[in-house]
């Protein structure tokens, strides 16, 4: 296996991305101008063509630069550009990839090179190339392997067939700060974690030496194209039979250099014009206070709020990796918080239990607009504003973002050019409270019309498929990395300005169930569990319900605050109630939902608020009344909802 012997220090800087020190020299590459650069110390360059295609396509080389350089010179010669960034001996781990994050940005904003990459995995360089093309699917237009080593086991590590190299083993485990067992049990080689990159269908062609005995092909680009072709990603094999072969058949002669230049040109050109993730965003005030935690304080709390699309695996697992392995020296805790079907409002009473028990938070990523769908404007902005204030009460020097995600009725109001309520409000909180914002449904949006992506592929119902999730990903991404300041300056408790709205739910709370008063037919079940075969959802299963399901069954609350709610799941038999605050005239609540038929929803409802800040009772009894599609009287309570004001 080839070395360089080039010198590098390698820097961890605090942001994501830092200035770039140009060097004031050209040479010449094969016959064309290259300029050399400086990234974090890195020895870097990027060849120019004679004249550059427009949208200025780029080829990038993970390693071994000058190792046949046909298709390179090819490339230069049809007008791409080729750049290389020296990390080598740091086999693709991730403070290596954060330099070529940094060489990516220098070339894309500095030098308006095109959004998507053509990448080159000439042998080790396939850890390189497909660590970075994992965590960035978006930024690449296909990929070239040539012999790549596409899990470390097989190559350095000599585990299967292969002889593998002792030094470069030991390195390996040194920049990845890995023992032995943590090296064999890591499950993040080219070949793993694939569904991202085949999501946004990377082309990918190896060339392989079919009795290669120092990069298995068995070991390395076989199990790669299998886990490739079973996501969806398309990829062809070479194998190379003609000419010399060295090195115990890894290396070969490349016999069609015309064949694979035309494979990287045609998949990277014309440049597609492509919506930027940053139109996305708003900064706002940045996050001051979370990147001193991590930069100097070392420690952080990070927390996510939401329903469904944060519950579920995808942007938030990516999120948490990227700061984990941007902040490598700090300890990171975080708390996932998303509950399936949840909004703003139940938010505004959860936020105490689910996240501000656990202790401080640095960072709150607060998500509800899909499914504050069917919530009343006013309740929205009482929540949300509830939630984003309760949350500084109880840490003034919390950051908070705001998101926004998708839903079908959000486009159609963009289609009509209406904004959504749920968006409305978004914004409104993002603007008062000076939040940072992404505005993910308008991006979604966008994106469709500009041929990006598609409902019907990338989305399922209202939740991102892997390409969606992808696309959460890099534009909550682009946001923490707009927000990072040079010099962070001492934490500061956040401004806090005057309130929207009077009756918001600043210091909502779940209420113990045994504090109701119970008459005939009310009973507590202390580990509730469906047996009608409806779903259900974490958090409102196996655990204490307040329940009756006879008509004429009653009990009082005695609360102290100036609002007050149930949360309950209703089911196929959810029937309707009535309720009354201080003997005022009773309302009904028709308990029984859209989704009832098949699930068990966790729904909160509001039954009294803008009360004085003072003792009240709630009175509920079940109603004979009930839904049409309901196939019974049934109310089971949660929990019991109170805001002290």
Same mark, same amino acid.
Request: charged share 20%.
């Given at each position: 296996?080839?070395?360089? !012997?080039?010198?590098? *220090?390698?820097?961890?800087?605090?942001?994501?991305?830092?200035?770039?020190?140009?060097?004031?020299?050209?040479?010449?590459?094969?016959?064309?101008?290259?300029?050399?650069?400086?990234?974090?110390?890195?020895?870097?360059?990027?060849?120019?063509? /004679?004249?550059?295609?427009? +949208?200025?396509?780029?080829?990038?080389?993970?390693?071994?630069?000058?190792?046949?350089?046909?298709?390179?010179?090819?490339?230069?010669?049809?007008?791409?550009?080729?750049?290389f960034v020296n990390v080598d001996n740091q086999y693709?781990?991730?403070?290596?990839?954060?330099?070529?994050?940094?060489?990516?940005?220098?070339?894309?904003?500095?030098?308006?090179?095109? =959004?998507?990459?053509?990448?080159?995995?000439?042998?080790?360089?396939?850890?390189?190339?497909?660590?970075?093309?994992?965590?960035? @699917?978006?930024?690449?237009?296909?990929?070239?392997?040539?012999?790549?080593?596409?899990?470390?086991?097989?190559? #350095?590590?000599?585990?299967? $067939?292969?002889?593998?190299?002792?030094?470069?083993?030991?390195?390996?485990?040194?920049?990845? =700060?890995?023992?032995?067992?943590?090296?064999?049990?890591?499950?993040?080689?080219? *070949?793993?974690?694939?569904?991202?990159?085949?999501?946004?269908?990377?082309?990918?062609?190896?060339?392989?030496?079919?009795?290669?005995?120092?990069?298995?092909?068995? %070991?390395?680009?076989? @199990?790669?194209? $299998?886990?490739?072709?079973?996501?969806? +990603?398309?990829?062809?094999?070479?194998? *190379?039979?003609? +000419?010399?072969?060295?090195?115990?058949?890894? =290396?070969?002669?490349?016999?069609?250099? %015309?064949?694979?230049?035309?494979?990287?040109?045609?998949?990277?050109? #014309?440049?597609?014009?492509?919506?930027?993730?940053?139109?996305?965003?708003?900064?706002?005030?940045?996050?001051?206070?979370?990147?001193?935690?991590?930069?100097?304080?070392?420690?952080?709390?990070?927390?996510?709020? +939401?329903?469904?699309?944060?519950?579920?695996?995808?942007?938030?697992?990516?999120?948490?990796?990227?700061?984990?392995?941007?902040? &490598?020296?700090?300890?990171?805790?975080?708390?996932?918080?998303? *509950?399936?079907?949840?909004?703003?409002?139940?938010?505004?009473?959860?936020?105490?239990?689910?996240?501000?028990?656990?202790? /401080?938070?640095?960072?709150?990523?607060?998500?509800?607009?899909?499914?504050?769908?069917?919530?009343?404007?006013?309740?929205?902005?009482?929540?949300?504003?509830?939630?984003?204030?309760?949350?500084?009460?109880?840490?003034?020097?919390?950051?908070?973002?705001?998101?926004?995600?998708?839903?079908?009725?959000?486009?159609?109001?963009?289609?009509?050019?209406?904004?959504?309520?749920?968006?409305?409000?978004?914004?409104?909180?993002?603007?008062?409270?000076?939040? @940072?914002?992404?505005?993910?449904?308008?991006?979604?949006?966008? /994106?469709?019309?500009? /041929?990006?992506?598609?409902?019907?592929?990338?989305?399922?119902?209202? =939740?991102?498929?892997?390409?969606?999730?992808?696309?959460?990903?890099?534009?909550?991404?682009?946001?923490?990395?707009?927000?990072?300041?040079?010099?962070?300056?001492?934490?500061?408790?956040? &401004?806090?300005?005057?309130?929207?709205?009077?009756?918001?739910?600043?210091?909502?709370?779940?209420?113990?169930?045994?504090?109701?008063?119970?008459? !005939?037919?009310?009973?507590?079940?202390?580990?509730?569990?469906?047996?009608?075969?409806?779903?259900?959802r974490p958090g409102f299963v196996h655990v204490p319900?307040?329940?009756?399901?006879?008509?004429?069954?009653?009990?009082?609350?005695?609360?102290?605050?100036?609002?007050?709610?149930?949360?309950?799941?209703?089911?196929?038999?959810?029937?309707?109630?009535?309720?009354?605050?201080?003997?005022? #005239?009773?309302?009904?609540?028709?308990?029984?939902?859209?989704?009832?038929?098949?699930?068990?929803?966790?729904?909160?409802?509001?039954?009294?608020?803008?009360?004085?800040?003072?003792?009240?009772?709630?009175?509920? !009894?079940?109603?004979?009344?009930?839904?049409?599609?309901?196939?019974?009287?049934?109310?089971?309570?949660?929990?019991?909802?109170?805001?002290?004001?």
């Amino acid at each position: 296996m080839m070395k360089f !012997k080039y010198l590098f *220090i390698l820097a961890i800087s605090f942001g994501a991305f830092l200035p770039v020190k140009a060097q004031d020299k050209a040479n010449l590459w094969k016959g064309f101008e290259k300029v050399t650069v400086s990234i974090d110390g890195h020895n870097a360059y990027y060849v120019k063509p /004679k004249q550059a295609l427009p +949208g200025n396509p780029w080829v990038w080389r993970a390693s071994f630069p000058d190792w046949h350089t046909e298709i390179d010179s090819i490339l230069l010669t049809k007008g791409f550009y080729v750049a290389f960034v020296n990390v080598d001996n740091q086999y693709g781990n991730p403070q290596a990839l954060q330099v070529w994050d940094k060489f990516y940005a220098y070339l894309t904003e500095k030098q308006s090179f095109a =959004h998507r990459v053509a990448l080159e995995a000439v042998s080790r360089g396939g850890l390189y190339v497909y660590g970075w093309a994992k965590r960035n @699917p978006d930024k690449v237009s296909c990929i070239y392997g040539e012999t790549p080593v596409c899990d470390f086991k097989s190559w #350095p590590g000599g585990k299967g $067939k292969g002889p593998g190299d002792a030094n470069s083993w030991k390195e390996l485990k040194e920049v990845y =700060h890995f023992t032995e067992e943590q090296a064999l049990a890591y499950k993040d080689n080219p *070949i793993d974690n694939l569904d991202g990159l085949a999501s946004f269908r990377v082309p990918v062609l190896h060339t392989i030496g079919l009795n290669d005995k120092l990069v298995p092909p068995d %070991e390395n680009t076989y @199990p790669f194209a $299998k886990n490739y072709l079973a996501l969806g +990603g398309p990829v062809s094999i070479q194998p *190379i039979t003609q +000419g010399p072969v060295e090195l115990q058949g890894h =290396h070969v002669k490349i016999d069609r250099p %015309e064949y694979y230049a035309d494979f990287i040109y045609s998949n990277s050109y #014309p440049v597609k014009n492509e919506l930027r993730y940053s139109n996305y965003v708003t900064t706002a005030s940045k996050l001051n206070n979370f990147y001193y935690a991590v930069t100097v304080k070392k420690k952080a709390t990070v927390s996510f709020l +939401g329903g469904s699309i944060t519950f579920n695996p995808g942007w938030r697992d990516k999120i948490c990796r990227y700061l984990k392995e941007t902040y &490598p020296e700090t300890d990171f805790h975080f708390i996932a918080a998303g *509950i399936p079907s949840l909004g703003s409002l139940p938010h505004a009473f959860r936020v105490q239990r689910d996240i501000l028990d656990s202790g /401080k938070t640095d960072l709150l990523f607060l998500e509800a607009a899909v499914n504050d769908r069917g919530t009343d404007s006013t309740t929205q902005v009482r929540a949300l504003e509830g939630t984003v204030r309760h949350a500084r009460n109880a840490n003034p020097y919390t950051d908070v973002i705001l998101m926004a995600f998708v839903d079908p009725q959000k486009m159609e109001n963009y289609a009509k050019g209406k904004l959504s309520p749920e968006l409305f409000n978004h914004e409104l909180i993002a603007r008062h409270y000076n939040l @940072p914002y992404v505005n993910l449904a308008l991006e979604v949006n966008d /994106k469709i019309k500009n /041929k990006e992506l598609t409902w019907a592929d990338d989305f399922k119902d209202i =939740h991102p498929a892997y390409y969606g999730q992808e696309l959460y990903f890099a534009t909550i991404r682009t946001l923490l990395q707009e927000c990072v300041e040079d010099k962070y300056k001492v934490p500061f408790k956040i &401004p806090v300005p005057q309130v929207i709205d009077k009756a918001r739910y600043e210091n909502g709370s779940y209420y113990d169930l045994a504090n109701a008063k119970l008459g !005939k037919d009310w009973q507590i079940t202390p580990d509730w569990d469906p047996k009608d075969g409806l779903s259900t959802r974490p958090g409102f299963v196996h655990v204490p319900v307040l329940n009756a399901d006879e008509p004429g069954a009653e009990l009082t609350l005695p609360f102290k605050g100036n609002a007050v709610g149930i949360a309950v799941v209703a089911g196929g038999d959810a029937g309707t109630i009535s309720y009354a605050i201080d003997n005022g #005239p009773y309302k009904d609540k028709d308990l029984f939902t859209e989704f009832s038929s098949w699930l068990h929803l966790p729904i909160y409802h509001i039954l009294g608020d803008n009360l004085s800040n003072g003792s009240h009772v709630l009175k509920i !009894k079940i109603s004979d009344k009930k839904n049409g599609s309901s196939k019974g009287h049934a109310c089971r309570i949660v929990h019991f909802l109170v805001n002290n004001k």
